[in-house]
């Protein structure tokens, strides 16, 4: 069997052992040098910062998070593990630790569905105000590949808007859009400071939109995007393609939108499909 | 109407002009300034990037790209923006440019399904052979969160498994796994080098897998982690937290996914759903 770095421990398929998470990362190590050590460390560390940071995600520790202490009994792991997933954490931007207020959420990102189609604004009922500066709106002949996405000619036009969403001020992300032209012009008199797209869309072309393909990815921030979404250059942001259909299957509404890791998070919902049922 | 940076155009709600994007762009910046020309030069490059970035994703340029000059016409714009645009796009890794072979696709990613339940295995059927480094396989008490999502009693014991997964020998994610104790302990018997956790949770539990909860995030590798991913300190990963229940809605299987961001990108199709019929 191939392992990395350590050895995996024969089978235990006996009756389970009490372990926590240190004494059984450490009983792999059984007279390993400081450098192994640290390793197991930063393995439990691992441990730890990923479980808190999905807690504030989920919006435990609304006033704070346990002393280290107590977050070392709960994880079963030393205060020194302890320390090194909340640096870790504090450097990634999820939490503040200053000496009287001890550890805070430095802010909570929303939730943003992966199941059905809607808005920002539609997703963000009752967490805050979202507004769209409007950086660009225009029209414009697309790249041919844009322009075969939407099922276009090659030198028919769209509207191109780029637009900075903000949630109570802060921005949130950055979003590219290309609208067929024919529902795209009449958008460009809508108010698209405080309206999603989408609704609009539904308005102008009288029916309901039907689904859209998404394709979602990391990134680190461009110098350039950084400075538009309020953050650090190389600061991790969410990238999404999202092609939008209506109802009828027309593909009207093609999208590169920047989320900042921060503030949005992408929550679904998924079934089994069996291999055989697929295909 | 808020704007930033720039003046948004007045309503453009006539017959459409041929504007191509340079030019749309830079009618908005009449006498404007250098930096606000690099500025315009900077959100035209973006436009160019975003286009050819998913291209990549999507399988475009097998071949690789096509010349500078023949990028700027068909993007409409200038070979300086061209050339911003492909060293964005170099230093983010998706292509190598050398002198004699012109610009190519370093690695394209490969699709992970956001509308179904799938392993990576039964994902990536004829992408190559994924195989599992086991770097941990063992028995342990999992800290409350982790009990409470799993609805085991805070002292109850899973299984604790640590997985680097490779495609065709190249390290693609670094998967965390808590299993609950009935499942996990008869899979620390399997052959979990080469197989999904899914259809051995399937095997042990003698029924399909219901459905998941997904929870999508961006991050930047930390340096433990990315030197377990083969990356760079500070690379983009996709951060997935998947809390699997069986058919009969009893969740056993809770994982925190990192995946390298330039090996794998989510996909899915999602629907409209309304408001109205949604509450």
């Known amino acids: ?96 630790r200053t000496p009287r207020l001890g ?67 802060e921005t949130i992300s950055l979003d590219l859009t290309y609208l067929v032209s024919d529902i795209g012009i009449p958008l460009l008199d809508a108010d698209l400071e405080t309206n999603d797209v989408f609704p609009l869309i539904e308005q102008v072309a009288g029916c309901a939109l039907g689904d859209a393909d998404l394709s979602l990815s990391a990134a680190a921030a461009d110098a350039h995007s950084a400075v538009d979404l309020d953050v650090a250059a190389g600061s991790p942001v969410l990238l999404l393609e999202r092609l939008t259909r209506l109802a009828d299957g027309r593909p009207v509404d093609l999208e590169y939108i920047r989320m900042r890791a921060d503030r949005i998070t992408m929550r679904g919902n998924v079934s089994r499909i069996h291999e055989s049922e697929n295909r």
Not at 77 to 82: A, C, E, H, I, L
Not at 121 to 147: F, M, S
């Open 1 to 96: 069997m191939t392992t990395v770095g350590r050895t995996r421990r024969p089978g235990i398929s006996g009756p389970a052992e009490t372990l926590p998470i240190l004494i059984a990362m450490e009983s792999m190590q059984v007279g390993a040098g400081t450098s192994t050590r640290r390793a197991a460390r930063a393995d439990n560390a691992r441990v730890v910062a990923d479980v808190i940071r999905q807690s504030i995600v989920d919006g435990a520790y609304p006033t704070g998070l346990p002393l280290e202490d107590e977050l070392a009994r709960e994880f079963r792991v030393s205060r020194n593990t302890v320390r090194v997933a909340l640096s870790s954490l504090r450097a990634e931007g999820w939490i503040d």
């Open 103 to 169: 550890t805070t959420v430095a802010q909570r990102p929303v939730d943003h569905r992966l199941d059905c189609l809607r808005g920002l604004k539609e997703t963000l009922v009752g967490y805050g105000e979202v507004r769209n500066a409007v950086r660009i709106a225009t029209v414009l002949v697309p790249p041919p590949v844009v322009a075969r996405k939407l099922e276009l000619a090659v030198d028919e036009q769209v509207v191109y808007l780029e637009r900075i969403r903000q949630l109570d001020g």
